[in-house]
Every structure is written in structure tokens, then in C-alpha cells.
């Protein structure tokens, strides 16, 4: 058997110190999750950061720069993803748009009201992203080449 990481990207979207997280519906229960999902093909990560907050917030944003590359394996699945999170600043909610349909909605949580429900974390990487982007660097948008 062929190991084989899947490629997904996710977006921090800040707003006057609060972050938008999607709540998503994961094995019967609703977690928090940052907008993310799958690189799909002919498409850049740029593309798939933008698409994917879109789908599942309805919200467009400008992408300003990179948290980091991740890597985590999931214990409940024991696949292996590689997370590219990006930065991004909302400019545009379009409310009348249908979310993706695993997704029950979005909310603005400050890091701490994120941290007082870590058993609704989608995974660990959900604080540690946020947590990276607050302390920083942040890496400009040129360290993606597509």
C-alpha cells in the first residue's frame, strides 16, 4: 500500500481580535474548524484557500500571507494531512449563500472563548494555527510558487 498525504489548505480570518471558524459536522457531532479542505486538481493553494472560505463561510477575503505548513496525522483515521494556513482579512459577506452542506455555520470567536471548548476543537491544529499567527512570523504570499 502506497502512503500518500493528502494536501489541504485553511485560512485565520481576524476581525478586531475575534477569528471566523466554521462549525462543521465530523462522525456525529458538531466541531470548530478554521475554513479548510482539499487542494483539488488544476487549482493553486492560493485558489483552494479562497474557495474554500468561500464555500464554507460565504465570505471573500485577501489572502496576507502564510502561517505555516503543517503536518498532522489523525488519530481516528491515522491519515496523514499537510496543512498549508494562510492569513486572510474579510472584505465581503454574501449571507444569502449557501455554506457547504457539512458545515451548520460560521461564528467570531476571540482565542479565548476558543480556548474554553477544546473538546469541540476539529483537531489540535485548529488553536495551534491561531496561536502561530499571533506570535508570528507571518511569511509573505511570495513563499508559494505554483
Known amino acids: 500500500m502506497t502512503w500518500q498525504p493528502h494536501i ?13 471558524l466554521v462549525e462543521e459536522l465530523k462522525q456525529d457531532r458538531l466541531v470548530l474548524n478554521q475554513p479548510a479542505g482539499h487542494l483539488e486538481a488544476n487549482e493553486s493553494l ?4 479562497l474557495r474554500e472560505t468561500l464555500e464554507e463561510t460565504g465570505w471573500d477575503v485577501e489572502l496576507t500571507g502564510v502561517v505555516g505548513i503543517y503536518l498532522y496525522t489523525a488519530p481516528s483515521n491515522g491519515v496523514t494531512y499537510q496543512r498549508v494556513c494562510f492569513a486572510a482579512r474579510p472584505l465581503r459577506h454574501h449571507a444569502d449563500r449557501s455554506l457547504d452542506t457539512d458545515i451548520a ?9 476558543l480556548a ?15 496561536d502561530d499567527y499571533l506570535n508570528g512570523p507571518l511569511h509573505g504570499l511570495e513563499v508559494i510558487r505554483d
Request: charged fraction near 25%; charge should be positive; include cysteine.
Open 8 to 20: 489541504t489548505v485553511a485560512t485565520i480570518i481576524e476581525d478586531q481580535g475575534r477569528f471566523l
Open 46 to 49: 492560493r485558489q483552494a484557500a
Open 105 to 113: 455555520g460560521t461564528l467570531w470567536l476571540s482565542r479565548d472563548e
Open 116 to 130: 474554553a471548548q477544546p473538546q469541540r476543537w476539529r483537531s489540535e491544529l485548529v488553536p495551534r494555527c491561531i
